[in-house]
């Protein structure tokens, strides 16, 4: 049985979640100003695979921010939110 909290904490991701999607068409249309409309004709495909490449690029940056994170516990090295 989901808690009250957990069943709060789903809802708000869902909602987040669904204003993302609900963002995605103005994204483009701003992205293709500077870099040209040309993606937007290719199959949706395409854009999955383009989309797919650069969330596994995000994925790594953040693994890296982790490990690099714990390690400075190990160390015993303060956290600093101000970097």
């Known amino acids: 049985m989901m808690t ?3 069943k709060d904490t789903s809802c ?3 909602h987040a979640f669904d ?7 103005a994204s483009l249309i701003i992205g293709a ?5 040309i993606s937007l ?7 999955v695979d383009e989309v ?3 969330l596994e690029d995000v994925r ?4 890296g921010l ?9 160390r015993g090295d303060p956290i600093r939110r101000d970097k």
Do not use: C, I, M
């Open 41 to 47: 004709h290719h199959p949706a495909a395409d854009l």
């Open 33 to 37: 100003a500077p870099y040209g409309d």
């Open 52 to 54: 797919q490449l650069e």
């Open 12 to 14: 708000a991701s869902w």
């Open 4 to 6: 009250a909290q957990a």
């Open 60 to 63: 790594r940056q953040v693994t």
């Open 19 to 25: 204003g993302f999607v609900a963002s995605l068409p």
């Open 66 to 74: 982790v490990a690099s994170t714990r390690a400075s516990r190990w």
